[in-house]
């Protein structure tokens, strides 16, 4: 059960947010263009795959980083948690499109 009366956009955009704040900007604008490049082309926006594909938004930032996109989307599923008033520690043990998943399906 998604959290109600939460926007999904206002999710993906505390996502971008925080990933942002752990990447700094020169390398969140360059992961975001090669996730477009490789992974997204025209078909929709990273806000858009973070959004409605966690999934595919996932699995791109761990093929770009390795082990560490892994690590920094947990990081960022956390903060995401805590900076929507919820227990961060809902995000422990699940991968960061379940967690994201959680909060969008009302």
Do not use: T, W
Request: with cysteine.
């Amino acid at each position: 059960m998604g959290v109600p009366g939460l926007k999904h956009d206002r999710v993906a955009a505390v996502v971008v947010s925080n990933l942002e704040g752990v990447l700094g900007h020169r390398i969140m604008d360059a992961l975001v263009d090669k996730i477009n490049c490789d992974y997204l082309g025209s078909e929709m926006e990273v806000v858009q795959a973070i959004e409605s594909r966690p999934e595919l938004f996932e699995r791109a930032v761990s093929s770009i980083l390795g082990k560490g996109g892994d690590v920094i989307l947990s990081v960022v599923c956390r903060k995401v948690y805590q900076e929507l008033g919820l227990d961060p520690a809902a995000c422990e043990g699940r991968g960061f499109a379940e967690s994201i998943k959680k909060l969008r399906d009302c």
